[in-house]
């Protein structure tokens, strides 16, 4: 079974200034997804970003960016210029691919402030 | 334009009752999920259908019951409600091999 482990409950960041949010996850499959997912306080999950395990180029979008080793099974996120509209719940998550679609096993997830 | 929709938004009801929870996606997408997300926020899966046949069924109580009548409806129907079934709920789905979409939640006490 796979696992995910994110290892701050908590984290604050100042406006502008750059943060990064830790994930390791275990597993043996050697095709998966990784995917961060934002959850502010209207609680809607809405996708921040995406990683394909056999792609070796960390994957960006705007201000957010991963660092995936997958060696270490290691996907942090970092966030540049944070906003205050970046004050969320974000979750980290593994998807296997196999011949149909598998549900995500999600981290705890870390609770960003954001701090103006 | 909802792309994953759930109806209701809240319930509020007592012990012992029967309830749904109704899911729909206009995405054409093949696969739908049921996930629970409990008080510490943690996100857990629940039911997986693929082309309105289920294919993961978690270790959930059989209070709980899916019901797929297409592809595009994911419907969630639980009975003998109890106090520990308050939480949020959340329908996804997606296509092929790609990431999920999610409904915007439905928030269950139970009373």
């Known amino acids: 079974a796979q696992t995910v482990t994110q290892s701050q409950p908590e984290m604050s960041v100042q406006e502008a200034e750059t943060v990064t949010l830790s994930c390791t996850y275990d597993?043996?499959?050697?095709?998966?997804?990784l995917f961060w997912y934002k959850q502010p306080p209207s609680r809607q999950m809405i996708l921040v970003i995406r990683?394909?395990?056999?792609?070796?180029q960390n994957a960006t979008e705007n201000r957010f960016s991963v660092n995936f080793q997958k060696a270490a099974k290691s996907f942090s996120l970092k966030i540049s210029d944070s906003q205050l509209g970046d004050t969320a719940m974000y979750f980290c998550?593994?998807?296997?691919?196999?011949?149909?679609?598998?549900?995500?096993?999600f981290g705890k997830g870390t609770r960003l402030s954001v701090i103006a | 334009d909802t792309a994953v929709s759930q109806t209701p938004k809240y319930l509020v009801t007592q012990m012992g009752n029967d309830k749904s929870i109704k899911c729909e996606q206009n995405?054409?997408?093949?696969?739908m999920y049921w996930y629970k997300q409990d008080s510490k926020k943690f996100l857990k899966i629940m039911f997986s259908?693929?082309?309105?046949?289920?294919?993961i069924n978690e270790t959930v109580p059989n209070r709980f019951s899916p019901k797929s009548p297409d592809k595009a409806h994911l419907n969630l129907h639980i009975n003998s409600l109890e106090l520990g079934d308050s939480a949020v709920y959340f329908c996804?789905?997606?296509?092929?091999?790609?990431?999920?979409?999610f409904g915007p939640g439905t928030r269950l006490t139970v009373l």
């Open positions: 995405l054409g997408h093949d696969t």
């Open positions: 597993t043996s499959e050697s095709n998966y997804y």
């Open positions: 996804a789905s997606s296509p092929q091999g790609s990431e999920q979409f």
């Open positions: 259908y693929n082309n309105k046949e289920l294919i």
């Open positions: 990683q394909e395990a056999y792609k070796q």
């Open positions: 998550a593994f998807m296997k691919l196999n011949s149909g679609n598998t549900p995500l096993v």
